[in-house]
């Protein structure tokens, strides 16, 4: 229950910086993967390359769903408060996402450097967030230990 009040404090500041606060969660994660797309040019893509930048058309008609955005977002959430809390997020649940979208749903390398980037800025958001107000306290990390583990 802790982590759902930590999570609705992250929504709330995470919609600060917006120019413009999105009124829903639809409208949220637009702006989340419009903000990845805006970033695909500092992404490795393809034998370590960094991806075109994204196109109009992209931009437009994204690559990956709303859906799926917001699974990765949630992903991301659990992994900034496990880096907040000093577990191991990139083991537990960083790699295993990035296989499952990988070889499950055969995302493409632009795909993945989204799914990446989109994973990245929620652990900023939190760890910015969060940081500042001292050590992790042990309820947040006994619920991050039952929901960390990615399972697809």
């Given at each position: 229950m802790r982590l759902?009040?930590?999570?609705?404090?992250?929504?709330?500041?995470?919609?600060?910086?917006?120019?413009?606060?999105?009124?829903?969660?639809?409208?949220?994660?637009?702006?989340?993967?419009?903000?990845?797309?805006?970033?695909?040019?500092?992404?490795?893509?393809?034998k370590g390359e960094r991806c075109a930048p994204a196109t109009d058309a992209e931009k437009k008609n994204p690559p990956l769903t709303l859906a799926e955005t917001s699974q990765i977002v949630g992903r991301g959430i659990f992994s900034g408060g496990a880096a907040y809390c000093g577990m191991d997020w990139q083991k537990r649940n960083f790699e295993p996402m990035m296989a499952y979208w990988r070889n499950?749903?055969?995302?493409?390398?632009?795909?993945?450097?989204?799914?990446?980037?989109?994973?990245?800025?929620?652990?900023?958001?939190?760890?910015?967030?969060?940081?500042s107000k001292g050590p992790c306290p042990a309820e947040i990390k006994k619920d991050l230990e039952t929901k960390l583990d990615f399972k697809p």
């Open positions: 759902l009040a930590v999570i609705v404090l992250l929504f709330a500041s995470v919609t600060g910086a917006f120019a413009q606060v999105p009124k829903n969660r639809e409208e949220y994660m637009q702006k989340i993967l419009q903000i990845a797309l805006e970033s695909l040019q500092n992404a490795r893509c393809e499950e749903k055969k995302k493409n390398a632009r795909q993945l450097a989204l799914i990446a980037i989109i994973h990245g800025i929620m652990i900023e958001q939190i760890t910015a967030n969060f940081s």
